[in-house]
């Protein structure tokens, strides 16, 4: 392929069961300021309306292209949809989401005619009640400094606020969403990064972003909201299907094995509990005190107490900096568990989560 032909930049959306959402998501990518991409729409097996939406506007907009598959996952999609770009750099799009209508040009202007790997944009989160704009770093930057990139890779395991400093960089939220970056194709296909379909949507952006940042050499950040987030009760994350520890624990080992194959470090283990400490904080909504689990309250609080008794979860909680976590809630409740202190976590969370069971 002529290099004149490779457009600046691939978007990468798998689709499923996202058709309400769909139209707003494609329009947004329509309107973009930057006309130079492809959009590779991945109809992962999605049985409404959405393989059906994505032929429509690749119909009347060459520079859409749809893959029909069987349902695979999101990972697997995602993956397909890599396989198929030919951007200079990528952008992977949930399709339940939509960019702001200079998202692809802000994001650009950051990588310098190509000459950084990775640049990380603002997002908006957004219900139909609320809209919230979040900073995720205190200042614009850009580096090649091996401790900003490892700093960025930190703040991956956050979920929410954070507060990780390198030298006058402050990391503010949480970055472990792929949506979070633009990113230079060939850093993906040099290094052979995919997302891992046996995490089964799990922390799959997390562990591909870890990845994806080990292997860059430079990082921008553009101080502008480039994404909308979309809350969507029922998401992946927020549906109800009994206990998620196993799962967590898959995740667990692919951290670890990234952890050990690129020698990462004290830093990166207490990461890791800190990531703990946020699926207990998740399991607490998503499980224990979810209104589907058909347990007594005296069951589920004998099964977290075990739980957190745990060898997988006892030391971590220990070896959590509870300087990382940037919000004063979550640090009394990590102190309510350094202290054993199994019940008054427990009313707290039920008291926050309103259950009244």
């Not at 390198?166 to 060939?186: N, T």
């Amino acid at each position: 392929m002529d290099m004149s032909d490779i457009p600046k930049i691939s978007i990468v959306a798998p689709m499923y069961n996202v058709a309400p959402y769909l139209r707003e998501c494609l329009d947004s990518v329509c309107e973009q300021t930057l006309v130079d991409f492809e959009a590779i729409l991945v109809d992962d097996g999605s049985p409404d309306e959405s393989g059906a939406i994505a032929d429509e506007y690749a119909a009347k907009d060459g520079r859409f292209k749809v893959i029909h598959k069987r349902n695979g996952g999101v990972s697997a999609a995602r993956n397909d949809g890599l396989a198929a770009a030919t951007g200079e750099y990528v952008f992977l799009l949930d399709s339940d989401d939509y960019l702001a209508v200079d998202a692809l040009e802000k994001l650009y202007d950051k990588t310098g005619n190509g000459r950084v790997d990775v640049v990380l944009g603002d997002y908006v989160a957004f219900s139909h009640t609320s809209q919230t704009v979040y900073k995720v770093v205190n200042k614009p930057f850009e580096s090649t400094d091996r401790r900003m990139l490892d700093s960025v890779q930190l703040a991956v395991f956050n979920m929410g606020p954070a507060d990780i400093v390198c030298g006058e960089i402050h990391i503010l939220r949480g970055v472990g969403a792929a949506w979070h970056y633009l990113i230079k194709r060939s850093v993906i296909t040099d290094n052979s990064i995919s997302f891992d379909p046996s995490l089964k949507g799990l922390f799959d952006d997390g562990c591909f972003t870890l990845h994806v940042l080990e292997a860059a050499k430079s990082i921008a950040y553009a101080q502008i909201p480039t994404y909308y987030y979309r809350h969507v009760a029922g998401s992946i994350t927020r549906r109800f299907g009994g206990a998620p520890f196993g799962k967590y624990e898959e995740v667990y080992g692919a951290i670890e094995s990234f952890i050990d194959e690129f020698g990462k470090g004290e830093e990166f283990s207490r990461a890791l509990c800190l990531r703990k400490f946020i699926y207990l904080n998740k399991s607490m909504e998503t499980y224990f005190f979810n209104p589907q689990n058909p347990a007594s309250e005296d069951e589920r609080y004998r099964e977290f107490v075990e739980l957190v008794k745990s060898p997988v979860y006892a030391k971590a909680f220990l070896q959590v900096d509870p300087s990382s976590l940037g919000c004063k809630k979550s640090f009394l409740l990590l102190l309510a568990l350094k202290l054993k202190a199994y019940r008054l976590y427990w009313l707290a969370k039920k008291r926050v989560l309103g259950w009244s069971r």
